[in-house]
Nanobody
Framework: QVQLVESGGGLVQAGDSLRLSCAAA????????MGWFRQAPGKERTFVAA??????YYVDSVKGRFTISRDNAKNTVYLQMNSLKPEDTAVYYC??????????????????????WGQGTQVTVSS
């Protein structure tokens, strides 16, 4: 069992930066791949980024602006978001997947592959 708690969301202006954190409770954090997803009002939850032992993966719309990283000693995964745009506005969720060695962005971009989810943190970007 892994409990995930996101933090770091807020209201910012276009062009600003935010860093989201996701703290995991559990002794096997390093054995999970971690993903970030987002869900805008009235829309489906969609993939943003993932990190596993196989590497990092991003949706095209955030490449070059967002960076996912992790600190296994702190059981925490981060999402550094730069040059934020109004279309980045959403609730951001982190998730944990038991398979960190899959070399496939299509695998990590599917919500169905993840075993644990956090409650989400709101990010609002004003124009």
């Amino acid at each position: 069992q892994v409990q995930l708690v996101e933090s770091g969301g807020g209201l910012v202006q276009a062009g600003d930066s935010l860093r989201l954190s996701c703290a995991a409770a559990g002794r096997t954090f390093g054995s999970y791949a971690m993903g970030w997803f987002r869900q805008a009002p009235g829309k489906e939850r969609t993939f943003v980024a993932a990190i596993g032992r196989s590497g990092t993966y991003y949706v095209d719309s955030v490449k070059g602006r967002f960076t996912i990283s992790r600190d296994n000693a702190k059981n925490t995964v981060y999402l550094q978001m730069n040059s934020l745009k109004p279309e980045d506005t959403a609730v951001y969720y982190c998730a944990a997947d038991r398979h960190p060695d899959v070399y496939s962005v299509s695998y990590y971009s599917s919500t169905e592959e993840y075993d644990y989810w956090g409650q989400g943190t709101q990010v609002t970007v004003s124009s």
